[in-house]
């Protein structure tokens, strides 16, 4: 509802003023208990309830999910004079 028309039913009668701050309140009543829903589930984990745990997400205040492994400073891969495939032959076994 718009200004003017809060503001037309304010001249025109209290009642209607009544019913409109009733409806407002259900409304607020219904999208509170909605919020109250939403939150409880977001704030479940796999610890306090049946959910796996890689539904888990990371938040604020809970350890880093970096790895703890150090690098090796090794290069990835494999040798360097290493071909690394077999030769294709007539008669496999």
Do not use: V, W
């Amino acid at each position: 509802m718009k200004r003017e028309e809060i503001l037309a039913l304010c001249a025109s009668n209290s009642e209607a003023i009544a019913a409109y701050i009733e409806s407002l309140e259900s409304q607020i009543k219904d999208l509170t208990q909605r919020l109250t829903a939403l939150e409880s589930r977001l704030n479940q984990n796999s610890r306090n309830s049946s959910k796996p745990p890689s539904t888990d997400y990371f938040f604020k205040g809970k350890p880093n999910p970096k790895s703890l492994r150090k690098k090796s400073g090794k290069k990835p891969g494999g040798q360097e004079d290493h071909s690394g495939t077999l030769e294709m032959i007539d008669n496999p076994e």
